[in-house]
């Protein structure tokens, strides 16, 4: 059993930045890759960004690239997500996800990730 608790988000100005922590408890946390969705108001769950177990790899979508960085720390079994020059449009309810089984190949795909956290608001205000 994986459980996943999100921290970090709140309230910034377009511009500023925030970084996310999604702490693991579970002895399998490395062994897993990571990734970071998110749920703005009136739309579906999107994939944002996602790392290996090794943390070798990693992903975005195309809107935060170049802004938004994913990396994790297996001894502390937390993974982050740096986010800068947040914008307005990034504003939504973050969660991170843990894979099912190591599956590189669907990274973004949300029925590969069995555990998911809580989700924590990140808004960016104009």
């Known amino acids: 059993q994986v459980q996943l608790v999100e921290s970090g988000g709140g309230l910034v100005q377009a511009g500023g930045s925030l970084r996310l922590s999604c702490v693991a408890s579970?002895?399998?946390?490395?062994?897993?890759?990571m990734g970071w969705f998110r749920q703005a108001p009136g739309n579906e769950r999107e994939f944002v960004a996602a790392?290996?177990?090794?943390?070798?790899?990693?992903d975005y979508t195309d809107s935060v690239k170049g802004r938004f960085t994913i990396s994790r720390d297996n001894a502390k079994n937390t993974v982050y997500l740096q986010m800068n020059s947040l914008k307005p449009e990034d504003t939504a309810v973050y969660y991170c996800?843990?894979?099912?089984?190591?599956?590189?190949?669907?990274?973004?795909?949300?029925?590969?990730?069995?555990?998911w956290g809580q989700g924590t608001q990140v808004t960016v205000s104009s």
């Open positions: 996800a843990a894979q099912i089984a190591p599956d590189w190949a669907a990274r973004k795909v949300e029925y590969k990730y069995n555990y």
């Open positions: 579970g002895r399998i946390f490395g062994s897993r890759g």
């Open positions: 790392i290996s177990w090794s943390g070798g790899s990693t």
